[in-house]
T-cell receptor
């Protein structure tokens, strides 16, 4: 069974700083996708970024980028120039084929003014 | 295009009752999945439907059930409610089922069992 682990329950940084959220996963699959979702106080989960396992190039979406280390089964999220609106819970997730989406426990990120 | 709509937003029930939650996916989306979110257990997968058929099921007791209608709208039902069923129930929709499918989530139904 696949597992996803986020070792940082909470993080806090100042506005405009760069922050990195950690995620590790365990799987025997070779082809899969990894995701980072953001859940603001409105509760609606929003996809931030996704990475295909067979693509070596790290995905980027504006201020958000990932560091995908397939051999180490690590998938961290970097947020550059953090903004107050980035304050939210962040969930790392894994999916292989048509199997269920598996989430980590989440990291509560607070951006301070 | 309207997003994923979940109703009701909040619900209070007592132990032993049953509850039905509703999810209307984005127009054109044929897959709907359900998740339970609690502070202790995080996000747990409940089930996933595509074209009215259950395709995946999580590790929940039989008290949790769901269905999908021909218009892709989905409902989940929890019978004989227990205190531990108090949670945020999230629904997500996508065009198809697959690892590269982008999921669009609703704002959830917050269920409190007293």
């Amino acid at each position: 069974a696949q597992t996803v682990t986020q070792s940082q329950p909470e993080m806090s940084v100042q506005e405009a700083e760069t922050v990195t959220l950690s995620c590790t996963y365990d799987t025997s699959e070779n082809n899969y996708y990894l995701f980072w979702y953001k859940q603001p106080p409105s509760r609606q989960m929003i996809l931030v970024i996704r990475q295909e396992a067979y693509k070596q190039q790290n995905a980027t979406e504006n201020r958000f980028s990932v560091n995908f280390q397939k051999a180490a089964k690590s998938f961290s999220l970097k947020i550059s120039d953090s903004q107050l609106g980035d304050t939210a819970m962040y969930f790392c997730a894994f999916r292989a084929g048509a199997q269920k989406l598996v989430f980590g426990q989440g990291t509560r990120l607070t951006i301070n003014p | 295009k309207a997003g994923v709509t979940q109703t009701p937003r909040y619900l209070i029930k007592t132990r032993g009752q049953q509850v039905t939650l509703s999810c209307s996916p984005i127009s054109g989306h044929r897959s709907v999945s359900w998740y339970q979110q609690t502070p202790g257990q995080g996000l747990q997968f409940l089930f996933e439907y595509f074209s009215e058929t259950q395709r995946n099921k999580g590790n929940f007791p039989g008290r949790f059930s769901g269905r999908q209608f021909s218009n892709s709208r989905s409902e989940m039902n929890v019978s004989t409610l227990e205190l531990g069923d108090s949670a945020l129930y999230l629904c997500a929709s996508s065009l198809f089922i697959g690892q590269n499918e982008k999921l669009f989530f609703g704002s959830g139904t917050q269920l409190s069992v007293l």
